[in-house]
């Protein structure tokens, strides 16, 4: 099954950056959506970010459109998140994901992800 290890989760202040990076393995990486996730503290999952097979289509949560840019290197089996001007609501647990199926357009909605990773934590102090 595919395996998902996300990285580059921290400690930053108000208005600055962070770029999330979430490495696949295990199966064919090029031919899936991907997906960023996010879960605060006592808060549900919410959906942050996708991306399609291609990289040629991406969707955003409207609390992060204009701050945030999701991207891939399928060479490299990595999805990407860059995250700017990050506000202390930005905190939480963020984990990607992959499409359930292989060649489809995805929605913002999880249930259409599986292979969840094991999750990095965001902390934007202000």
């Known amino acids: 099954q595919v395996q998902l290890v996300e990285s580059g989760g921290g400690l930053v202040q108000a208005g600055g950056s962070l770029r999330l990076s979430c490495a696949a393995s295990g199966r064919t990486f090029s031919s899936y959506a991907m997906g960023w996730f996010r879960q605060a503290p006592g808060k549900e999952r919410e959906f942050v970010a996708l991306?399609?097979?291609?990289?040629?289509?991406?969707n955003y949560a409207d609390s992060v459109k204009g701050r945030v840019t999701i991207s891939r290197d399928n060479t490299k089996n990595t999805v990407y998140m860059q995250m700017n001007s990050m506000k202390p609501e930005d905190t939480a647990v963020y984990y990607c994901?992959?499409?359930?199926?292989?060649?489809?357009?995805?929605?913002?909605?999880?249930?259409?992800?599986?292979?969840w990773g094991q999750g990095t934590q965001v902390t934007v102090s202000s």
């Open positions: 991306i399609s097979w291609t990289g040629g289509s991406t």
């Open positions: 994901a992959v499409h359930r199926r292989r060649w489809v357009v995805p929605t913002p909605n999880e249930a259409e992800f599986g292979s």
